[in-house]
């Protein structure tokens, strides 16, 4: 069992920063690829960005790229989501996810989530 906890979500303004973390704790932290999600009020939840088992591969959905950066610390068995140029849009409850295998993007294929965190940003 893996069990996931999220931080780091708050208020901020248009323009600002947030990183978000995600502690993993169970067994076989470096065998599972890692998500970031979203959920917006009224909206379905969708995909941001995953990091592969090995930290080598990286993909972030197209509404975040280049200002979005996802990465692990197998270490620290923590994964990362550093937000820059916040827009309003980006308002959501963000929760990571992990999956034992490749990186995918569909939420589905995740087996465990963390309990999410708000991210307000404010124009």
């Known amino acids: 069992q893996v069990q996931l906890v999220e931080s780091g979500g708050g208020l901020v303004q248009a323009g600002g920063s947030l990183r978000l973390s995600c502690a993993v704790s169970g067994r076989g932290f470096s065998s599972h690829a890692l998500g970031w999600f979203r959920q917006a009020p009224g909206k379905e939840r969708e995909f941001v960005a995953a990091v592969s088992r090995n930290n080598g591969d990286t993909y972030e959905a197209d509404s975040v790229k280049g200002r979005f950066t996802i990465s692990r610390d197998n270490a620290k068995t923590t994964v990362y989501l550093q937000m820059n140029s916040l827009k309003p849009e980006d308002t959501a409850v963000y929760y990571c996810?992990?999956?034992?295998?490749?990186?995918?993007?569909?939420?589905?294929?995740?087996?465990?989530w963390g309990q999410g965190t708000q991210v307000t940003v404010s124009s």
């Open positions: 996810a992990a999956r034992v295998g490749r990186l995918m993007t569909a939420e589905g294929l995740y087996d465990y």
